[in-house]
């Protein structure tokens, strides 16, 4: 978009200022920008900032001659030599950013208005795609939630620990996107690994679920998850030499290793989008009692697409294993299941033949 508006002034540059979710303006592209506007520290790139958050604060496009401003050094203005056309681009009622034009100053007044008119108009017609984008996210999140709660559902019909990770790798990976989803579980020290997306029967002697389980064993000690074929990043030798033994074994493009650790609190809304979490990531008391591995072997997604939904596959699994093991783990448990099988041996229509 920028770059077609630039053609169709014949400018010098521009610019688009994009406001993040901590409220601060973000450059998201620019053709020809000044230097000296990009180095954060400077006083013009100070004075620009300001002049840019008075257009988002109004919400009107403004022209800007060059060299302009009070002589406050805390007051917006223009540093450059530039004629500035700035335009608020506008999600309904919503400012989302500034389109920002450097245009050369000795066009004519009725041309820089023209100028104005066809950014303002080209702002309009960013607002509406911002729209349209905006409501696709609301209508993928809506999915998203269904999804979710579907999901939950399945997971917590089924008290038995192979049985709920069994749902949980199956389901899990397809609301993920990743192309194999395991489960394991934490006994003791180790972690065993209890399920496999797409594998009705493991052979758990195999060399595969070996070098899976020391990997899962090393990362959850750990606490943290492991992120590998995303970016690089320095790995503790015992976890670099058993990842590397497992992707030479697996041929994994990219793998990733979510420790699942003992749920507090609730999961609300924000958790489901990604932005809240009632659980302290970084809080290292908890108890690890599984873990995750996400695994892709063709085209590798992106970890900004996968690591929101792993993320919160993660919480529900965990509530769900937590349940299943707290369930098995009862007092004489074995014992009260088979007295429960045994009911059917005092029904009406047996007790005659129990008695007999």
């Known amino acids: 978009v920028l770059r077609r508006i630039v ?58 001659p060059p060299l302009s401003g009070s002589g406050d050094d805390n007051a917006a203005g ?22 920002e034009i450097f245009q050369r100053p000795d066009a004519q007044p009725q041309s820089q ?31 998203l939630w269904a999804q979710i709660d579907h999901f939950a559902k399945l997971i917590l019909e089924n008290l038995d620990v192979r049985q709920t990770s069994y749902t949980i790798a199956n389901e899990g990976r397809r609301l993920i996107g990743c192309d194999r989803l395991s489960v394991s579980v934490c006994k003791g020290k180790k972690h065993v690994i209890e399920a496999v997306s797409g594998q009705d029967i493991m052979e758990s002697r195999s060399n ?75 809080d290292d008391d908890r108890k690890v009692i599984g873990a995750l591995v996400l695994e892709q072997f063709d085209s590798a997604l992106p970890r900004e697409v996968l690591e929101p939904r792993a993320r919160l596959v993660g919480q529900h699994s965990a509530r769900a294993l937590n349940y299943s093991l707290e369930y098995n783990n009862l007092f004489l448990m074995p014992l009260w299941r088979l007295l429960g099988r045994a009911k059917w041996l005092v029904r009406a229509r047996t007790l005659p033949k129990t008695l007999a």
């Open 7 to 64: 053609q169709a002034l014949a400018a010098i540059g521009g610019a688009v200022w994009t406001i993040t979710e901590d409220r601060r303006l973000r450059l998201d592209y620019q053709i020809n920008i000044s230097q000296h506007l990009l180095e954060q520290q400077s006083d013009d790139s100070a004075r620009h900032l300001r002049l840019l958050q008075n257009v988002l604060t109004s919400g009107e496009a403004k022209l800007i």
């Open 78 to 99: 223009n540093p450059t030599n530039s004629l500035l056309v700035l335009a608020p681009m506008q999600s309904e009622d919503q400012v989302e950013g500034v389109l």
């Open 113 to 143: 208005q023209g100028y104005l008119r066809f950014l303002m108009q080209m702002s309009e017609l960013v607002g509406d795609w911002l729209k349209s984008r905006k409501l696709r996210q609301y209508s993928d999140r809506q999915s």
């Open 208 to 282: 595969v679920l070996t070098l899976l389980r020391q990997l899962t064993t090393r990362v959850g000690a750990t606490g943290e998850a492991l992120w590998h074929g995303y970016q690089e990043e320095d790995l503790p030798p015992q976890i670099e030499r058993a990842l590397h033994a497992y992707v030479d074994e697996s041929h994994s493009k990219a793998l990733a290793v979510l420790p699942l650790k003992k749920p507090v609190g609730t999961i609300t809304d924000d958790d489901e989008l990604g932005r809240g979490d009632t659980e302290d990531e970084e």
